[in-house]
Nanobody, 121 residues
Framework: VQLQASGGGLVQPGGSLRLSCAAS????????IAWFRQAPGKEREFIAS??????YYGDSMLGRLRISSDNAKSTSYLELNSLKPEDTAIYYC?????????????????WGQGTEVTVSS
């Protein structure tokens, strides 16, 4: 089982990015696929998750992001909009089979390596 996150980079305030999480070795149908972020010196923070057609969003970026997936490609996407400097962090994707709509990072068995997002002018 592997998760590979990509799509991060440097973006100006107000800009947008689309992050991707490519999964291999398992079917997305049977897992919550979640996105977290971690800024320097801060705890890992839940952003959003999805299983089949059900989505679950955290509070921190509400209204500025959208999670989606293409299960045929085993890929999850996270669209980030109206980005702010405080959104600067490493963004991780994770997969968990046993808990649904959970924000707890301990409930996710598999993690990608993270992709760095820097919001700066």
């Amino acid at each position: 089982v592997q998760l590979q996150a990509s799509g991060g980079g440097l973006v100006q305030p107000g800009g947008s990015l689309r992050l991707s999480c490519a999964a291999s070795g398992f079917s997305l149908d049977n897992y919550d696929i979640a996105w977290f972020r971690q800024a320097p010196g801060k705890e890992r923070e839940f952003i959003a998750s999805m299983r089949l057609a059900s989505t679950y969003y955290g509070d921190s970026m509400l209204g500025r992001l959208r999670i989606s997936s293409d299960n045929a490609k085993s890929t999850s996407y996270l669209e980030l909009n109206s980005l702010k400097p405080e959104d600067t962090a490493i963004y991780y994707c994770a997969a968990g089979a046993y808990y649904r709509a959970t924000k707890n990072p301990r409930h996710f068995e598999y993690w990608g390596q993270g992709t760095e997002v820097t919001v700066s002018s």
